[in-house]
Structure formats: C-alpha cells, structure tokens
C-alpha cells in the first residue's frame, strides 16, 4: 500500500515564478491537508480539502496561494509569484474520516521549496 | 476552538533516562489527540493517538502517554531513552467531526546525550 506520495521532493523557483507542488493521497483516501513548515519552526495549517470541494482555508494567505483537489488527479498547492519568504518544507497528509477512528492524518515525506 | 501547548521547545536527556514531552490542549469537545515524531528532513509518521478508548495509549518505540482530562494534558513519555529517539516531537489535537483540522504545537526537539 502506498503512502502519501508528494512531488517534487526539492524544487528550486526564482523569485516571481510559480510554484506547483502535487500530493497523491494514500489510496481510497478522500481528504487532503496542507502544512507549512518554517525553518526551525512548527507545522502551520494551512488547507484541508474534500474531493473538489474546500472544507478549511482558513491558514491559507489571502494572496498567491490556492489549493485544489480534484475529483480525478492529485491535491496541487499552488504559489504564485513566490517570494523569499515562500521558502519552507510544504507537508500533505491525507485522511478517511470514519475508515479509521480519531480522523488520523498521514503524512508525506514533504517537498521543500526554496526560492532564490 | 482547539489548540495545543508544548511546553519546553527543547528537552535533553541521558541515554537509558526517563524521557517526558509535555503537552497541554484546549478544547471546547472531546478531543482526538496525537503525538507524531519528526526525524531530519522527513514527514511525520504517527507515534500515538488517543480517541477515547482508553486513557493510558501505547504507542510505537516504546512510548506511551496519558490523557488526563482534569489537567489537559497528554504528556508523552519513554522509561529508557534511545540515541535513536533523537528527533523532533509534535502534539496534535482535532475533533471529532470530519471537518475539523488537526492542529499540531510548535514541536519538541529531543537531544539524547551518550
């Protein structure tokens, strides 16, 4: 059984360019989260979708970010214009409420984004 | 509105010494708690999650935690450190409903020294 699979692992974007980052969640898993992690800090929240629909967007900056998760194809993270500060390890996790009590999340090993 | 408090951002221990990660939540419903374990450059894989079955929860590695509901928290703890277990721990609480995000604290790194 495969995992949460997330590419590219490392990607490397000059500032003003787009980031596209994909999560494939573990399979028959029908919800995907998006985490953002600073150096040397914790995981923020950012999106916690459905298939095609948006349940959270609560952590997601007004601006450059969008999030999607299609009915067919992997969740994609989406940053417009990345800027220095976009630079941070991006986590997906994917869950199946009610397959496994607790609304356990699993992760992928997470892309890291660096903008130059 | 749920949140979670790990105190000490950094704990050190001695190989074979009690390990205790402190980790207090908020929450206005029952909570599902969780404690994941982050290595160097990896995801987080799950070490242990509380959802109401039984308050003393038994996880990988070793570890274990307790949730006290009359103190709020969900301490993690190892009777016998490891170099192994170096690595950074996070608390995590969510709901019971499917809509409710996991919301994790701002990590624990743990330093086993020989």
């Known amino acids: 059984n495969a995992g949460v699979m997330q590419n590219p692992r490392h990607l490397v974007r000059r500032r003003g360019q787009e980031a596209r980052l994909r999560c494939s969640p573990v399979k028959g898993h029908s919800h995907v989260y998006w985490y953002r992690q600073l150096p040397e800090e914790g995981l923020k929240f950012m999106v916690y979708?459905?298939?095609?629909?948006?349940?959270?967007e609560s952590g997601m900056p007004k601006e450059r970010f969008s999030a999607e998760f299609p009915k067919e194809g992997p969740s994609i993270l989406r940053i417009q214009q990345v800027v220095r500060g976009d630079s941070a390890a991006y986590f997906c996790?994917?869950?199946?409420?009610?397959?496994?009590?607790?609304?356990?999340?699993?992760f992928g090993e997470g892309s890291w984004l660096t903008v130059v | 509105a749920q949140s979670v408090t790990q105190l000490g951002s950094h704990v050190s221990v001695s190989e074979g010494a009690l390990v205790l990660l402190r980790c207090n939540y908020s929450?206005?419903?029952?909570?599902?708690l969780f404690w994941y374990v982050q290595y160097p450059n990896q995801g987080l894989q799950l070490l242990l999650k509380y959802t109401s079955a039984a308050t003393l929860v038994k996880g990988i590695n070793g570890f274990e935690a307790e949730f006290k509901k009359s103190e709020t928290s969900f301490h993690l703890t190892k009777p016998s450190a490891h170099m192994s277990d170096a690595a950074e721990y996070f608390c995590?609480?969510?709901?019971?409903?499917?809509?409710?995000?996991?919301?994790f604290g701002s990590g624990t790194r743990l330093s086993i020294r020989p």
């Open positions: 979708l459905q298939k095609e629909n948006i349940i959270d």
């Open positions: 995590a609480v969510t709901g019971y409903s499917s809509a409710s995000k996991i919301i």
């Open positions: 929450s206005s419903v029952p909570p599902y």
């Open positions: 996790a994917s869950s199946h409420p009610g397959q496994d009590s607790g609304n356990t999340i699993y």
